[in-house]
């Protein structure tokens, strides 16, 4: 691929990459060390005892700017990708949560498509060896749920790949990239079969591969509701987390005052009303990443995009288990090993780096491949992108109250220990959430887009301005959520 002029070569030299690993280190440091005390900053180094905690969300920032930086030839576009990969909520509250098997797993997803994407540009030994080392690892780790997804996902992405190669006539290069992606396959899983078997008894024995009954169980319970994958652009489009904390400007905190109910300066309960028994929070990409992605499935070329779109639409469903009645049967029925698998919801922790992976790939299209498109025709898609997730935003903002009651059959224990004024409070706060966050994400879609317009006036001037813009939002957008967990 021809480097365009407009982008710094991401291969020239060892200092940039060793200035932009310093960047993820100080990032890494800002994130998980400064807390708010009382309205003043201060250092907590308690984190840094284990550096465990913190270290494969470092790893993920390497791996995902490796990734993006093959992707796009342009280490701040890269750098972006890798803060939307690393800093999504998801990581975050897995790292909150001590789940690190499956934060290693997400940490080493842009290593295999990195590797995907090198086959697929015909280098073969390169590529072959990246994604077999980075399939062995995910074998090594052994996150079945982030496997099986993910393994869906390139399986989508290869048939896409096939169907193109097959389509133009190129049988040699199918042949070459398949015969390719075998050798690496049998290479990575053949020295873990027997661990892999062992840990496959494991899950038998301890619940993650469960009998017919029990996987239909579990599926009905863990499964997001249909409109709870929104929680991308909006994360407070079902309360958050089941364990949150309110306010003095809450209704909940003046209803105690007004009942003359001892109080301190926050008051903790439940603002989850979703159909999970119990929520540590949402995944939420981001609205900038959101806004980024519309856009870029217009502006990419590439026809594989639409098995991008197709992979994505696939999670949403996955992660809405027994809502999508109809598929989620089709899929329990066709489907290989898909009901042996728990927890559908997983399948929103792969979205949170496709997400991020269309987003750089349209900036680099708009940035470096503009001339491409019509300056109007960019205008129009930039326009409808903004429209389309604008709307979304407005729409729960002004209407919330049209499809919601904000009320949660996990509420039994509100409505039996508590008297009916906290309760309706409750319920006010969770519709208030709801509203501020979708205002929120309009502000953070508006600022992005405002960014991109700029640029296209500008026609050019000022590139590398508005790339370090757009990693500010992002990384102001993500950090305002990430803090609540």
């Known amino acids: ?28 440091f800002f994130y998980f060390t400064p807390v708010i005390n009382r309205g003043a900053w201060r250092l907590d180094l308690s984190i840094w005892a284990n550096l465990t905690d913190v270290l494969p969300v470092f790893a ?29 909520s998801g990581n975050i509250l897995l790292v909150g ?13 842009p290593l295999l498509l990195a590797g995907f994407l090198l086959i697929t540009r015909k280098k073969y030994v390169l590529g072959g060896f990246l994604f077999a080392l980075s399939v062995f690892l995910e074998l090594l780790i052994c996150s079945v749920n982030v496997i099986y997804y993910l393994s869906v996902f390139c399986i989508i992405m290869y048939a896409g790949c096939a169907f193109n190669l097959i389509s133009r006539k190129d049988i040699k290069t199918f042949f070459l990239i398949t015969l390719t992606f075998s050798v690496a396959l049998s290479l990575a899983v053949f020295p873990c079969t027997t661990d892999f078997y062992s840990n496959n008894r494991m899950g ?3 619940g993650f591969f469960e009998t017919d009954f029990q996987s239909s169980s579990n599926r009905k319970t863990w499964s997001y509701a249909k409109e709870e994958a929104l929680c991308l652009i909006i994360p407070n489009i079902r309360g958050g987390a089941s364990v949150s904390i309110l306010k003095q400007d809450s209704r909940l905190f003046k209803e105690h005052k007004l009942n003359h109910k001892r109080t301190g300066v926050k008051i903790q309960t439940c603002t989850y ?44 469903l996955a992660s809405g288990g027994k809502n999508w009645t109809i598929v989620n049967d089709f899929l329990l029925k066709y489907l290989p090993m898909y009901e042996n698998y728990r927890n559908p919801s997983s399948a929103m922790l792969i979205l949170a780096t496709i997400f991020p ?9 708009l940035f470096h491949h ?6 109007r025709r960019l205008k129009l898609h930039l326009f409808i992108s903004l429209g389309l997730t604008i709307a979304i935003c407005l729409f729960f903002y002004l209407l919330p109250n049209v499809i919601y009651n904000f009320k949660s059959p996990n509420d039994t224990r509100f409505i039996l220990k508590y008297p009916e004024w906290y309760y309706g409070a409750l319920v006010t706060d969770r519709l208030n959430l709801l509203k501020m966050d979708a205002l929120r994400s309009v502000a953070f879609i508006l600022a992005s887009g405002g960014s991109v317009f700029f640029f296209i006036k500008r026609n050019k001037k000022g590139l590398n ?15 305002m959520v990430d803090k609540r967990y």
């Open 370 to 375: 503009r001339n491409m498109i019509e300056k």
């Open 357 to 365: 992976l269309i987003a750089a790939w349209g900036l680099k299209t």
């Open 204 to 206: 038998e024995e301890n």
């Open 1 to 28: 691929m021809q480097k365009s002029k407009y982008s710094s070569s991401v291969f020239e030299t060892g200092a940039l990459h060793l200035g932009i690993i310093f960047l993820f280190i100080s990032l890494v």
């Open 97 to 109: 949560n001590e789940q690190f098997t499956q934060v290693w797993a997400i940490a080493c997803m």
């Open 60 to 88: 993920g920032l390497c791996c995902a700017y490796c990734f993006f930086a093959l992707l796009t030839e342009n280490i701040r576009i890269a750098f972006f990708g890798a803060v939307c990969h690393a800093f999504s």
């Open 465 to 479: 301005k508005y790339v370090i813009i757009l990693i500010v939002l992002v990384i102001i957008d993500l950090w």
């Open 273 to 316: 009303w979703g159909n999970l028994p119990f929520s540590s929070g949402p995944v939420y990409a981001g609205a900038c990443v959101c806004f980024l992605f519309i856009l870029g499935m217009f502006i990419i070329k590439n026809k594989i995009k639409w098995w991008i779109l197709a992979a994505v639409l696939f999670l949403i």
